[in-house]
């Protein structure tokens, strides 16, 4: 089988991942573009990506171009002679760089496309309640996540699963499938086609602070499956008043219920053993915390932290 020369765009542990599986895979990797270091945490420490550590570690020459039009930049791209460029979890390419290699430059999308174009597939699928999703693979053109499809493949969601567990199963068989993705553009075995019209796609734009937040006048399983959509990042919130206190309450995990009651959605029933917010038709019981200021807890050590819960309510 003919080794293809690849360059590998990528930033996060999700790209990162494929980036192993090519440099495992016979296909050879000419370079690597990924972000600047960015400084973070309270020392402002200059932090690499994923993706540059795992090309720093295996002697992967790294390029970090603040911008991907710099002149510079693209002569050291067309020097490098790829077959192929690769793209996962990266930023928008002109076009002059995605039609630089021969057989074009391919992206690795965490959804079945059409569905779920943009920034966050992963916790849409969740959020809307779908019980599969999957990755595909599709050449680059100059509209979001719009071209030509390679290949694709379906996973199963549980009822139960979240958005961390979801990223990383679809890690594990994305990176696969670039692999499948080259081997085939290597032997010329793949047909690529166009993805089929769909009248209203489902989409997944990008998550904002203002969007985690529970609306508890809805039915509860959809309160569910936005929690476990937003569940580990970027999570979920509600607000509590506590006495004269307002402070957010992220919800990372819970149980919930469908039956009938009295109560106004939103209502908080908190004592040392219950916590229990009401929905439209039923109720949710958070199990996993966090309240603004502390630590990630369990339910009970949460409860646990409290004298009085008489002037505890959802805000």
């Not at 050449?139 to 996973?155: S, V």
């Not at 010329?188 to 989409?203: R, W, Y």
């Not at 602070?209 to 959509?229: A, L, M, P, S, Y």
């Not at 149980?255 to 106004?264: A, D, I, L």
Request: glycine share 6%; aromatic share 10%.
């Amino acid at each position: 089988m003919k080794n293809l020369k690849v360059v590998f765009f990528g930033t996060p542990d999700f790209a990162a991942k494929s980036l192993e599986a090519i440099h495992q895979s016979h296909h050879e990797i000419v370079g690597v573009v990924t972000v600047a270091d960015k400084p973070s945490g309270r020392g402002q420490k200059l932090t690499e990506s994923p993706v540059k550590k795992y090309a720093v570690e295996n002697n992967l020459p790294v390029f970090q171009p603040e911008k991907l039009r710099n002149p510079e930049f693209l002569e050291e791209m067309r020097k490098l002679e790829a077959d192929v460029f690769v793209v996962v979890a990266f930023r928008m390419m002109p076009k002059v760089l995605f039609e630089m290699p021969k057989l074009g430059t391919f992206n690795l999308h965490a959804s079945l496309l059409p569905d779920y174009r943009g920034a966050a597939p992963i916790n849409f699928a969740i959020i809307n309640g779908e019980e599969k999703t999957g990755a595909t693979t599709f050449f680059i053109n100059e509209k979001i996540d719009e071209g030509n499809i390679l290949l694709q493949e379906e996973l199963p969601i549980s009822p139960d699963e979240n958005a961390g567990s979801l990223h990383d199963r679809l890690m594990e068989m994305g990176a696969k499938l670039v692999v499948k993705t080259l081997d085939g553009l290597a032997e010329n075995s793949i047909t690529e086609q166009p993805q089929p019209q769909v009248a209203e796609p489902k989409n997944a734009f990008k998550i904002f602070k203002e969007d985690t937040r529970i609306h508890w006048n809805q039915e509860t399983v959809k309160v569910h499956n936005f929690i476990r959509g937003m569940s580990p990042y970027p999570c979920a919130f509600t607000t509590l008043k506590i006495g004269e206190e307002t402070k957010g309450l992220k919800i990372y995990a819970g149980t919930f219920e469908v039956s009938e009651h009295q109560k106004m959605a939103g209502t908080l029933e908190i004592s040392k053993n219950i916590f229990r917010i009401y929905t439209k038709d039923g109720f949710y019981q958070p199990t996993e915390v966090q309240l603004e200021g502390k630590k990630r807890m369990n339910v009970k050590d949460f409860l646990n932290g409290f004298h009085s819960f008489e002037d505890i309510k959802i805000a």
